[in-house]
């Protein structure tokens, strides 16, 4: 008979990885719950670290290689802390045409950050996304998960200064 | 549950809606981000304040013209869009002024006629009920016809019948690609098996791409009412719909009608207390765009890295964990519920002889109103963009229109009549596409829009076959050198070989397609590559070659 597998303890008694194992516990604990269970810990902590992926792996019985490979290969999930706010210019065909590009060329400027970097007080996080489906509005950008539609550099960098200068 | 019993719910549902007139507000993803909320909010309280049930505030689906948002119609209860006045760039303080007028003399300042072609010359199918229902309601889905197709399915139809129908209805895949929709779910329903899968795909990742995210935010029963048909009729008892992760709003009113139709008993182990058991699941996807190809899509669903592999096996003899599996687009399984309840000689009727029925449009980039629309096949480009897109603005002159995202291609002026059908496209160097549909200006560079999709498929290869992988690399450079005004007739004529060998060696539709873009601007405006290339000495010295 083979033993029922041994769980990992949780890594601290943070209670968001509560969330995480109600998330793999819900699926079963199967190996193919990985993306939804990668999900959880993402939406809880932010981004994937080494512990959580440790964690991840032993709790649902597969090699941490192949938990990394999945971490790494899809562009949603990141293995670095965001900033307190994120700003994410859409780069579609739609904002493309309308000239998204000036958009991250005014946040170089400004911040000196181009997309996938944060400042160094952790302030701030740029982004570029594929298409986040608001065309209608294009040039888009998703600061904080509220989406902005027919943006220009100026009224992104004056609402950008203002959340900052706000916290 | 029988038909009798469902009418007589709907029936029941209408008669406890007294109000007289109803404010529509759109809460689709467009419009809550040009701050609809705030406006329903205000309608909703101002509604209240007035107390006599004479009108009624909800928010509801996608209205079409995303550019002009906030929305907001006021209708006779149940009355189409185009018998509603409609309101655009609604605030909050409009409220009050909306609420007094309704039922009697319009606000004349903020009304968007829908006398306009935007409105009258669409035809609604899969968006019927998108503009008109409280997409978070299954009670108004109900009222509205939702379900009655499964019902008289299950417990009218055998599934042979029901495969019959949707065969005879000439339904083509709304994916991009077209395959025969009866075709694949008579392949699926012939596999032996006790096991079998319904997948809908709702990865809608072409960049300027947002039917799926509509319909999935408008009207979420209408895809599990099409699933939950597709179900029966291939011996199916799981389904899952692989969505977006991008797509927050979309993915929680999945989450909500799955959850109401279980509770009702449209999905679950007894659908409609019959034998038939289905049940869906959601999965999220990761932002990977080669997940929309069907083997990779059900990597991702496996918990694996979203990489295709060789097909045949396809997935109607051995998909979602070796079973037969039937993978749709969004936009499919939403066709289906009318099919059934219409029947296939209505559906057929609809469209050009080899494509039937209606394709919904994303319709986006330099034109007057951009927005979502669902025209009939065959409607010609230039209806599309002069009179339902209104043209181009600020005076300049079109250019291209470019369909099928990074697989497919861009179509000149010249071209504008061609009716809009698979075959049609295809013949032009382009693809139907899953609908995104991008109008460029005099302005646009076309060598810039080649290398705009080239660094998408560059980025988005999985890596997995060589050709896609260095290919895409290599054609990407060769793009960048001709743009930067650096390229040689060298450079050009290696970058037309490489189409080929990326076209013709590729595993899958990503990197078999990723040549398109470039092969279509080739075609059409060859002289604004060479034109880069006039720029520069013919010649380069041997030592820049290969550094881009």
Redesign the interface.
Known sequence: MIPPPVRPPLPSDDPRWKLVNATMRRHGYAGHALIETLHSVQDAFGYLDEVSLRFVAASLDLPLSKVYGVATFYHVFTLKPPGRHACVVCMGTACYIKNSTALLDGLKARFGLGPGETSEDGALSVLNARCVGACGLAPAVVLDGEVLGKQTPETLLARLEGLIHAS | MHLEDLEALAARYHAEETHEQEIRVCVA??C???GSLPVLEALQSACAGQGNGRCKVKGVGCMGL??A?PLVAVAKRHAPLNESVLYRAVTPQDAAEILASSGGAPVERLRCPTDQPFFQRQVRIVLERSGLIDPESLPEAIAHGGYSALIQAITEMTPAEVIREVTASGLRGRGGAGYPTGLKWSTVAKMPGAQKYVICNAD???????MD?AVLESDPHRVLEGMAIAAYAIGASKGYVYVR????LAVARLETAIRAARRAGFLGARVADTPFGFDIEL???????VCGEETALMA???????QPRPRPPYPAESGLWGCPTLINNVETFANIASIVRRGSDWFASIGTQGSKGTKVF?L???IKN???IEVPMGISLRTIIEEIGGGIPDGKGFKAV?TG?PSGGCIPADYLDTPVDYDSLKSLGTIMGSG?M?V?DET?CMVDVAR??ME?CMS?S?GKCVPCRTGTWQMHALLDRIARGEGTPEDLALLEELCEVVQSMSLCGLGQTAPNPVLSTLRYFRHEYEAKLQNQPLRKPQTQRGTG
Do not use: H, K, N, V
């Open positions: 993803a467009s809550q981000s040009s995303c550019s948002g809608e990742g072409d960049p300027g791409a947002f995210r992760a991008e797509y927050p999965r999220l996807g990761a932002g990977a765009f991702s669903i496996e918990g694996l890295r979203g994303a986006a980039g330099r951009t927005g979502l470019q995202g995104g991008i460029m646009a705009f999709f998408f988005e999985c």
